[in-house]
């Protein structure tokens, strides 16, 4: 008797929100670019050292040639990262990450068309006019947009867990443990300690903030701009804060 076929999947595969580096690139000096990541990782190896990151050449004026992004490639794995993307930009890029056999993280796009380097989609030609026999048609109403609620937490954030809240704030009722990561595309409320990373303003808000009860956090950033434990003044451990971003500068306060 014939054996029955196995419809069993080899892998499951599934998409997800990563917390993920990106590395915007503003000089293909590799050694300079090498000592500041060496740097980052002798500082916090704990959040650095073979880290994922994407490389991003949006802050160049001309995409580099193939030759130039393998040594910057192999300089960035040489300081402790890994670096696993692209980001997505020109076609210039597109054809590059083919190149070196990186792939391209779509992920960055919207960051690319609020900066304007994708073309503006072309304006409607305007409808020809009604005689003067016909009454215009009433516009529908448009549906009144609603708020999106923000997501609410209840249960502590253990190690190796990630919440996250995608176009809305954050707000977490527990502990966020060492190790754990939340991440909001607007602001996040921690009502505990906060000792893992705190990631606001994700989509690019830059009027994002973070505020917690008690302050441990191994990572906090608003839009992209972030601090570490060790580039925290001492005094702050513990305290209540809120961090937000002003001029392009993190900003860290104790409350109350």
Not at 4 to 25: C, H, M, T, W
Not at 41 to 60: S, Y
Request: proline share 7%.
């Amino acid at each position: 008797m014939a054996a029955s076929p196995d419809y069993e999947q080899a892998g499951e595969l599934k998409f997800g929100q990563v917390g993920i580096a990106n590395l915007r690139v503003r000089t293909l000096d590799a050694r300079r670019l090498a000592d500041e990541m060496a740097d980052r990782v002798r500082r916090a190896p704990k959040l650095f050292a073979r880290a994922a990151v994407v490389v991003d050449f949006g802050g160049l004026s001309q995409c580099p040639d193939a030759a130039e992004t393998r040594e910057l490639l192999d300089a960035l794995r040489g300081a402790g990262v890994l670096p696993v993307a692209l980001a997505y930009g020109t076609s210039a890029v597109e054809a590059l990450s083919q190149e070196v056999g990186l792939p391209l993280l779509a992920k960055f796009r919207a960051s690319y068309e609020r900066d304007g380097e994708l073309p503006a989609a072309p304006s409607p030609a305007p409808a020809p006019a009604a005689r003067a026999t016909e009454a215009p048609a009433p516009a529908p109403a448009a549906p009144v947009a609603r708020p999106e609620p923000g997501l609410v937490h209840l249960h502590p954030v253990r190690s190796g867990q990630q919440v996250y809240a995608q176009d809305r704030d954050l707000t977490l009722c527990a502990t966020v443990g060492a190790g754990a990561e939340v991440i909001a595309d607007g602001s996040i409320h921690v009502y505990g300690a906060l000792r893992g990373r705190a990631l606001a303003g994700a989509s690019g808000v830059s009027s994002a903030r973070i505020f917690c009860r008690e302050f441990h956090a191994e990572l906090v950033a608003v839009a992209g701009h972030y601090k570490v434990l060790e580039e925290i003044p001492k005094e702050l451990l513990g305290k209540p804060v809120q961090i937000w971003l002003e001029h392009d500068k993190l900003r860290i306060e104790q409350l109350g």
